[in-house]
């Protein structure tokens, strides 16, 4: 396809040829956009690249053998043993693979990029990347150069903005290393965008309180931040339908904004607490609550039993009601309402707000909607970026729906972490994984086995079922204690076993609790009545 559109590329090279028998290496050309000022740069050791799929080689009389084309590709170090993952579902092992090899792929400026259309790190793309690269491969370092990096090139979005405290605190979460959490304290305390906060609880980037010592305080180099929710937004880029916002109302109170707002104030009171800074620790958290009590007072929608876009509008997005539910503002007793409204909606959001829907639908315990979501074959699904012909995942769900697009963005990769934080349900609990836990929601599927890589070490889960029994095997790696979760209908009218023992779990919300696991290999056996 000479002429593929958008930002997928087509190239052409004319080689001279030598008389004799030679080895021809291709100088790749290198390309206005993603070569510009704000673009991470390739070493002139390792020279240009460029993601592709197919070659053609014309005018060429010899025959041609396997072996007398290379390819030379460019990638962070990676361990492709460090994870796994398999399923009794082969559309689901299909979406893992593509996800994982993304990451690999996309590794290969040394920090996070959005794609190779700008060669440029984004905020949101990074966070997704991180949480990603942490579930694929026992690599660190990477994430944390691009957390860095986004601290002081910081981008236009106002999410974006608060998403850097989320990536400080997945930093500390996953190593326990407090060293650049304490090193960049001042910056992440900016990020909060406190200066922004109204009376009511909530931040607005429209009540005139932007200013220059703001944005130098947040290295923003522009006059002023944007509210996004998700992009692309309505119209624009001559794509189909209404954007990736699910028709949100922008107002001066933007519930998004305000999701994201809450969340950086309670990683931030955990990352205060942990550098001993007590004192900013309960003013984070008291700010975190008055946050929380706006949402309930200001933006719940009692009669139709959601939460609203803003203050002065009637409208309810998919956007506003899962950014709730991930992001621990949607109470007990609004849940299954809320969860209920986010069925409806079905993927109206990008692939970028992917990330929030998986997080709030495993959130609310709902397995079945969850698996529903990453088998899907819809146009707007990972399974659809496959049968496009993409490698490596996409910008957009497909084309039509973003006709600039690239096929080469990693924040559309989102199983890579979903699977193993979420299906599989392994996720830090203490940091440097002192503890974690294990909530596996598998759904319908018969049987998924998996690999996890920790700073502690591997962690391996197996499970399958049938009518009459679940088992579950597990290997807790040394130094660290997990717990196994699972959810209270699993165990009705049913016993549980550890290792042969019958064990009594304890209730803790929706789910059932299993004793402590030290080091070891563990058989849990439920067996139905």
């Not at 989320?166 to 650049?180: C, E, K, V």
């Not at 304890?506 to 009545?529: C, F, N």
């Given at each position: ?12 090279y ?88 993304s ?15 700008e060669?440029?790190?984004y ?28 601290l ?25 290393d ?30 005139g309180?932007?200013n ?16 996004i ?23 001066t ?48 929608d009692?009669?139709r ?12 997005s ?18 299954d ?9 079905g993927m ?27 088998t ?18 996409m ?10 697009q690239?096929?080469?963005?990693v ?11 979420k ?37 391996t ?17 040394a ?17 549980m076993?550890i290792n ?30």
């Amino acid at each position: 396809n000479r002429k593929p559109g958008g930002t997928i590329r087509y190239s052409e090279y004319k080689l001279a040829l030598h008389k004799g028998t030679h080895t021809y290496q291709l100088q790749l050309r290198p390309d206005r956009r993603n070569t510009g000022a704000q673009a991470v740069k390739m070493p002139d050791y390792i020279g240009e690249v460029l993601p592709f799929r197919y070659v053609e080689l014309e005018g060429y009389k010899e025959t041609v053998k396997e072996a007398d084309i290379v390819r030379s590709s460019v990638h962070y170090p990676f361990d492709d043993s460090a994870s796994s993952f398999e399923s009794s579902d082969s559309v689901l092992n299909a979406v893992w693979n593509l996800c994982k090899y993304s990451v690999k792929a996309t590794t290969f400026a040394g920090i996070y990029v959005d794609g190779d259309r700008e060669r440029i790190p984004y905020e949101a793309d990074a966070y997704i990347n991180q949480l990603c690269h942490y579930s694929v491969d026992n690599e660190y370092s990477m994430a944390r150069r691009s957390h860095e990096y986004l601290l002081y090139n910081a981008t236009w979005p106002t999410e974006w903005i608060l998403q850097s405290v989320l990536m400080a605190y997945n930093d500390y979460l996953y190593t326990g290393d407090l060293r650049s959490a304490a090193h960049h304290y001042d910056d992440l305390k900016a990020k909060l965008l406190l200066p922004l906060r109204e009376e009511n609880g909530l931040l607005s980037t429209k009540t005139g309180k932007q200013n220059k010592p703001l944005m130098k305080a947040i290295h923003f180099q522009g006059d002023s931040l944007r509210d996004i929710v998700d992009w692309p937004h309505t119209g624009g880029f001559g794509m189909v339908g209404n954007g990736e916002t699910d028709g949100f109302v922008f107002t001066t109170f933007n519930a998004v904004v305000n999701a994201f707002h809450y969340k950086a104030l309670k990683d931030m009171a955990e990352l205060a607490s942990a550098l001993s800074k007590d004192d900013d620790a309960r003013l984070f958290s008291r700010k975190a609550q008055e946050t929380f009590d706006a949402f309930q007072n200001l933006l719940w929608d009692k009669k139709r039993s959601v939460f609203l876009d803003g203050i002065d509008t009637d409208h309810a997005s998919l956007h506003t009601n899962m950014m709730a539910l991930s992001f621990g503002l949607v109470p007990p007793d609004k849940r299954d309402h809320v969860m209920a409204f986010i069925r409806s909606r079905g993927m109206a959001c990008s692939v970028y707000g992917s990330q929030f829907l998986m997080d709030a639908t495993y959130m609310a315990g709902d397995a079945d909607y969850g698996l529903s979501l990453l088998t899907s074959q819809s146009d707007r699904s990972w399974y659809n970026m496959i049968r496009a012909g993409s490698t490596i995942t996409m910008e957009a769900w497909d084309n039509k729906y973003k006709p600039n697009q690239d096929w080469n963005h990693v924040w559309g990769a989102v199983p890579a972490n979903i699977i193993p934080r979420k299906l599989l349900g392994i996720e830090p609990i203490g940091a440097g994984w002192t503890t974690f836990r294990v909530r596996p929601q598998i759904g319908t599927l018969q049987w998924v086995k998996g690999k996890v890589p920790t700073l502690k070490g591997d962690i391996t889960l197996s499970c399958d079922q049938d009518d009459n029994r679940y088992r579950m095997c597990l290997v807790v790696p040394a130094n660290t204690r997990g717990t196994v979760e699972l959810p209270v209908g699993l165990l009705k009218n049913a016993r549980m076993e550890i290792n042969g023992n019958p064990v009594k779990a304890r209730k803790k919300d929706d789910w059932m609790v299993s004793p402590p696991l030290e080091a070891g290999r563990y058989e849990i056996i439920i067996t139905r009545e």
